[in-house]
Nanobody, 124 residues
Framework: QVQLVESGGGLVQAGGSLRLSCAAS?????????MGWFRQAPGKVREFVAT???????YYKDSLRGRFTISRDNAKNTVYLQMNSLEPEDTAVYYC?????????????????WGQGTQVTVSS
């Protein structure tokens, strides 16, 4: 069992930055292979944003590469998402997720644990 708690969401103007954090805890946290971020905007499906494996591999949604940076602190079981040059289309609920099984690290269906989400709103 893994519990995920996100923080750092909020309201920013276009061009601004936010840093999201996700802290993982639980008895099986050591089995997590990837921790990442997904987002879901109103009326849209949940989409992959970025993820990082404990092998230090990173994956990004192509259109976000360069603006978003994922990082982790293994000692704290925490993953971060630095979001720069935010745009109104980045507005969404951002979910932290942890993957404990082998499979595509970019597929939301492959993730086993999810946080409650944190709202990111970018105004124009």
């Amino acid at each position: 069992q893994v519990q995920l708690v996100e923080s750092g969401g909020g309201l920013v103007q276009a061009g601004g930055s936010l840093r999201l954090s996700c802290a993982a805890s639980g008895r099986t946290v050591s089995a997590v292979l990837y921790m990442g971020w997904f987002r879901q905007a109103p009326g849209k499906v949940r989409e992959f944003v970025a993820t990082v494996g404990w092998n230090d591999n990173t994956y990004y949604k192509d259109s976000l590469r360069g603006r978003f940076t994922i990082s982790r602190d293994n000692a704290k079981n925490t993953v971060y998402l630095q979001m720069n040059s935010l745009e109104p289309e980045d507005t969404a609920v951002y979910y932290c997720a942890a993957k404990a099984a082998l499979g595509l690290p970019t597929a939301p269906g492959g993730y086993d644990y999810w946080g409650q989400g944190t709202q990111v709103t970018v105004s124009s």
